[in-house]
Nanobody, 129 residues
Framework: QVQLVESGGGSVQAGGSLRLSCAAS????????VGWFRQAPGKDREGVAT???????TYADSVKGRFTISKDNAKNTLYLQMNSVKPEDTAMYYC???????????????????????WGKGTLVTISS
């Protein structure tokens, strides 16, 4: 059974940084379309960033230039580096993985539709002003 476990959430002040991690078991990040999502109170879950098997990354406009998605294939871990955070970044953050080989825009399309096969349980990020 595939398991995704997020860590690294917490409370920071606006302008600060956080790095989220997502360790996978019985799943390999190196090949497939994977990503980070977030859900703020009272809002729908939204895609934040994706990375495909070639390492191509795509970001939501709201985080572009501030967040960086990456993966360490040797450690089988997905990361989200969050810099210059804002109060509106406050949310539960989830990693998600697919069994799709789509690349680039196709991977982001899956994120827009929350079309992923496996989900972590989330890690809470709170940004204070």
């Amino acid at each position: 059974q595939v398991q995704l476990v997020e860590s690294g959430g917490g409370s920071v002040q606006a302008g600060g940084s956080l790095r989220l991690s997502c360790a996978a078991s019985r799943y390999t990040y190196s090949t497939y379309c994977v990503g980070w999502f977030r859900q703020a109170p009272g809002k729908d879950r939204e895609g934040v960033a994706t990375i495909d098997g070639d390492g191509t990354t795509t970001y939501a406009d709201s985080v572009k230039g501030r967040f960086t998605i990456s993966k360490d294939n040797a450690k089988n871990t997905l990361y989200l580096q969050m810099n210059s955070v804002k109060p509106e970044d406050t949310a539960m953050y989830y990693c998600a993985a697919s069994i799709s080989l789509v690349r680039g825009a196709g991977c982001w399309y899956k994120a827009l539709h929350r079309d992923m096969n496996y989900w972590g349980k989330g890690t809470l990020v709170t940004i204070s002003s």
